[in-house]
């Protein structure tokens, strides 16, 4: 157990709806990054938040939104589903910055699995 | 742009020793992470590499070269539960760019 939870586990709905995933970091954990990775595929960064702030974007779509609250738990929208956004989405987490092995491990959560049908 | 490469399959036996190769191209460096993902499980982190040279963890190293934009992963004294895939990942500023992954099945 990572200490980042992430719910609902599985998550089935169809095109063109829209779903809400949340993530709560581990204790302590400033950072909060969120991945997707469809089928056999590597895992996708899509987006960074620190502390409430937006840190840093990757390839995420103009359909799907993040934010982080004041609890520092976080939230990601994905809107106009399309059967292509089935996959596994992962939140992490980090802690603050410092030096070293630790301050780059980045921990998973269990993960989301969206089934757009 | 940005890319990891890494085999897409490697087989082994019981107690054997296996190296997985990674070769990045990414825009900024700030070290090269391995994560290990069993199926269906969230991936866990198994090393990191700031600097060229090996580090060693338990049955696990890792080794970096920055001038080649190489590293591996050894994995000694195979055993079954290893049967996983592998993530190499390069750290760029904070995020982290995953390569697509080896699959390792370790066999007895």
């Given at each position: 157990?990572?200490?980042v939870?992430?719910?609902?586990?599985?998550?089935i709905?169809?095109?063109?709806?829209?779903?809400t995933?949340?993530?709560?970091?581990r204790?302590?954990?400033l950072?909060v990054?969120w991945?997707q990775?469809?089928?056999?595929?590597?895992?996708?960064?899509?987006?960074?938040?620190?502390?409430?702030?937006?840190r840093?974007?990757?390839n995420?779509?103009?359909?799907f939104s993040?934010?982080?609250?004041?609890?520092?738990?976080?939230?990601l929208?994905?809107?106009?589903?399309?059967?292509?956004?089935?996959?596994?989405?992962?939140?992490?987490?980090?802690p603050?910055?410092g030096?070293?092995?630790?301050?780059?491990?980045q921990f998973?959560g269990?993960?989301?699995r969206?089934?757009?049908? | 742009?940005?890319?990891?490469?890494q085999?897409?399959?490697?087989?082994?036996?019981?107690?054997?020793?296996?190296?997985?190769?990674?070769t990045?191209q990414t825009?900024?460096?700030?070290?090269?992470?391995?994560y290990?993902?069993?199926d269906g499980?969230?991936?866990t982190?198994?090393?990191?590499?700031?600097?060229?040279?090996?580090?060693?963890t338990?049955?696990?190293s890792?080794?970096?070269?920055?001038?080649?934009?190489?590293?591996y992963?050894?994995?000694?004294e195979?055993?079954?539960?290893?049967?996983?895939?592998?993530?190499?990942?390069v750290?760029?500023t904070d995020?982290?760019i995953?390569?697509?992954?080896?699959?390792?099945?370790?066999f007895?």
């Amino acid at each position: 157990d990572s200490g980042v939870t992430q719910t609902p586990k599985h998550l089935i709905t169809a095109t063109g709806q829209r779903v809400t995933l949340r993530c709560s970091p581990r204790s302590g954990d400033l950072s909060v990054y969120w991945y997707q990775q469809s089928l056999d595929q590597g895992l996708q960064f899509l987006i960074q938040y620190y502390n409430g702030e937006e840190r840093a974007k990757g390839n995420i779509l103009e359909r799907f939104s993040a934010q982080q609250f004041p609890d520092l738990h976080s939230e990601l929208n994905l809107s106009s589903l399309e059967l292509g956004d089935s996959a596994l989405y992962f939140c992490a987490s980090s802690p603050p910055g410092g030096g070293g092995a630790s301050y780059n491990e980045q921990f998973f959560g269990p993960g989301t699995r969206l089934t757009v049908l | 742009g940005q890319s990891l490469e890494q085999p897409s399959e490697v087989t082994a036996v019981e107690g054997a020793i296996v190296q997985i190769n990674c070769t990045y191209q990414t825009s900024g460096f700030y070290g090269l992470s391995w994560y290990q993902q069993h199926d269906g499980g969230a991936p866990t982190f198994l090393s990191y590499n700031a600097l060229d040279g090996l580090e060693e963890t338990g049955r696990f190293s890792s080794f970096l070269s920055r001038s080649d934009s190489y590293g591996y992963l050894l994995l000694q004294e195979l055993q079954m539960k290893d049967s996983a895939s592998y993530f190499c990942a390069v750290k760029d500023t904070d995020k982290l760019i995953f390569g697509t992954g080896t699959r390792l099945q370790v066999f007895p």
